[in-house]
């Protein structure tokens, strides 16, 4: 059955590329330019320097200075706190890629594994003030605010989770993850920038077929060139909503970037269950704001 669906899948993106060339052409050229300019600048030497320090065994001294706080408040281990750090500053697809090395060099149980992968796959800071508050909103919005919409739903749905796993110390016998460094860096950012191509021509498909409401599906299908979209028109309170919404989901290909990463299927599932809760709460905050303006 997959067989046949890879088969039929194969010959329809086929005709596609025959049937609208200039639009996959444009596509291609702004997932390049995308990867080139912003992907690779924004994640590769985080990606270098985690690989560095997971080889290494360094997590633990890394963490540190957050962990008495963080276990605190989540329960996390040293290598957890790690994983959260290190995913809230650096964003997609960092927290499932370091998530998930820690759980195969049983650095991370299982359960609190599960329970990070529900909120530790974020857009990253510098993401969320340069890109989303200047570029895209023109610096109408106060950062503070988009700090606060963006970052609360993961932090509560990390908080309420919490309670559903429980956080054993022991993981088993640490191995090291001395593989190479470079090598596997440079993998994992190709393989970023052929999702981050793949599904930017995508939106540059639905842009050229002009499917209702293409705007706000090219956001669910790739988050930078989507937000594009949906404020180029100016910003409105449907715009602000749409733009947390956004954020906060990720869109299918950060989760086709995370899914890649996460190599136990069962981890996979947890992604999913916590972008469905951190919608669900981002829905209930910006109602409430609303109400209360």
Known sequence: MK????????????????SFPA????????????????????????????????SQNLTENIARIFYPVLHGIYGLSPNGTFAMIL???SGFPMGAKTISELYQMKKLSFSESAHLMTFCNNCSLSFVVNYIGFSCLCDKVPVS?????????PALTGLINRFFFSHKTECGIQQSGANGIIQPAVASITKICV?????????????????????????LFEITTGLKYITENGIFPNTFFCV??????G???????????????ALKKFY???KLEQCLITVIMISTAYLFK
């Not at 080139?36 to 590769?44: D, N, R, T």
């Not at 605010?145 to 739903?153: C, K, S, V």
């Not at 869109?251 to 299927?265: E, K, L």
């Open 3 to 18: 067989k046949i669906f890879l088969s039929v899948l194969c010959i329809l993106s086929i005709g596609i590329i025959l």
């Open 23 to 54: 639009a996959v052409i444009s596509g291609v050229k702004s997932g390049i330019r995308l990867s080139l300019y912003q992907v690779i600048p924004a994640l590769f030497p985080f990606i270098l320097i985690a690989n560095i320090i997971t």
């Open 87 to 89: 995913s809230f500053l």
């Open 145 to 153: 605010e988009l700090i606060f919409f963006i970052y609360l739903p």
């Open 195 to 219: 999702f981050v191509i793949l599904f930017s021509t995508a939106v540059s498909l639905l842009q050229n077929w002009q499917i209702p409401y293409w705007r706000n599906l090219s956001s």
């Open 244 to 249: 947390i919404l956004s954020a906060v989901f």
């Open 251 to 265: 869109g299918i290909s950060t989760m086709a970037q995370c899914f890649s990463f996460i190599s136990d299927a």
């Open 272 to 274: 999913i269950y916590g």
